[in-house]
């Protein structure tokens, strides 16, 4: 069935205990967080039996920009600005649900900032950098790894775009 959301432009719900209860507490994440920079339009969300799979949009419509997570109870993935994550559930172990929303919150709470490498109209490189609360979280390079010698690619045929993004998320307690 669809259900209105505020933070989705289209959710589907499974009639579940599992779907529903998946439904609440990702809804829960987003109302405290009240992601400002989040395109509630293009993004959706799907709660089935025991899947859920979330789609969230940037506003800023860049390709890196965008996060993609899914679960269930055993598993998950999440691609999101720094990169993927994946979520395994071990023997005797909670399932992975809080563990996924635990880094949903740091996502829509993080800075990334990006640096493009342009050569001859080409994108050669990216390097997206993730922060929370000054705290650097990691870098992600896509692209080539490092750049030629400048003797080889003189740094004058090369353009620079550098481009800052969040979520505007904040934590509750700020």
Not at 22 to 43: G, I, M, Y
Not at 100 to 112: F, G, N, R
Not at 134 to 146: F, I, N, R, Y
Request: hydrophobic content about 35%; charged content about 25%.
């Amino acid at each position: 069935m669809k259900v209105p959301s505020d933070w989705f432009g289209t959710v589907s719900l499974a009639d579940t205990a599992f779907a529903s209860a998946a439904f609440e507490k990702v809804d829960q994440v987003l109302d405290a967080l009240q992601p400002t920079e989040l395109d509630q339009l293009r993004s959706f969300a799907g709660f089935a039996d025991a899947h859920v799979q979330i789609n969230l949009h940037h506003i800023s419509g860049r390709d890196w920009s965008d996060v993609d997570l899914h679960y269930t109870e055993d598993s998950g993935g999440m691609f999101n600005p720094l990169g993927h994550e994946e979520y395994y559930r071990l023997a005797g172990e909670p399932a992975v649900e809080q563990d996924a929303l635990d880094d949903l919150t740091v996502v829509l709470t993080s800075i990334y900032t990006s640096e493009e490498t342009w050569w001859r109209g080409r994108r050669i490189r990216t390097v997206v950098r993730q922060t929370n609360g000054g705290e650097d979280l990691g870098t992600s390079v896509a692209g080539w790894p490092l750049l030629p010698p400048r003797w080889l690619l003189p740094r004058d045929q090369l353009t620079t775009r550098r481009h800052t993004l969040s979520y505007g998320g904040h934590a509750a307690s700020e």
